[in-house]
């Protein structure tokens, strides 16, 4: 897990895992290792579905955190080659009736099996825009996502904007400047340790 979303943890965790490798066999062996894993994709998918703005604007944080690092595809859009491509995986949609969004079940409906053994051991991390819980969305992609065996890296975020009225419901949301202050962090931490193969 990355506690925090911290970038400086990230390199932290590279630099234990480098020097784990260098305790074994030097500073040559930690030079082939990197190039053994040099094949491996290096850039995050940000993979986002919005009804009223929330998610999209999540997603948006992110991707801007992740400086280049990452790729913003909406989920309507996402092929089974999109994923196959990425090192990494973060998944941000609203819940609706407690679940996920229509177009992101779709999007994991079209390219589940496809990908079914071909990505196994992948970073994921989640962001859920909910209007009251959100819980259940996030459970229902992790159970998802348990059959890719896709590993999570970062707990859950869950944005909470108390929309309990129809109006407020559907109305365009406005997020607050904390929650995609944390969406770009997590954005970061998750582009930097896909690029260094840290997950």
């Known amino acids: 897990m990355l506690p925090g979303y911290s970038i400086a943890i990230i390199n932290g965790s590279c630099a234990r895992r480098l020097s784990t490798i260098d305790k074994r066999g030097g500073e040559g062996s930690v030079r ?63 819940e609706n009736l407690g679940a996920l969004s229509g177009p992101m079940k779709e999007m994991f409906d079209s390219c589940y099996y496809p990908l079914l053994g071909r990505i196994e051991g992948r970073a994921y991390a989640t962001v859920i825009a909910a ?41 365009a949301k406005v997020v607050p400047a904390a929650a995609l202050e944390q969406a770009a962090q997590l954005g970061a931490a998750l582009a930097e340790g896909v690029a260094l193969g840290v997950f």
């Open 32 to 94: 082939a290792h990197a190039a053994k894993e040099t094949y491996l994709p290096d850039q995050l998918a940000i993979i986002w579905h919005s009804r009223t703005g929330a998610a999209r604007a999540l997603a948006e944080a992110a991707h801007g955190g992740a400086d280049g690092a990452a790729r913003l595809i909406a989920a309507d859009q996402v092929t089974p080659a999109d994923l196959l491509a990425a090192g990494g995986y973060l998944f941000v949609c609203p």
């Open 131 to 171: 209007g009251s819980a959100g819980q259940g969305a996030q459970a229902q992609l992790d159970r998802i996502v348990t059959g890719w065996r896709l590993k999570r890296v970062a707990d859950g975020v869950i944005v909470n904007l108390d929309a309990q009225t129809p109006e407020a419901i559907l109305a």
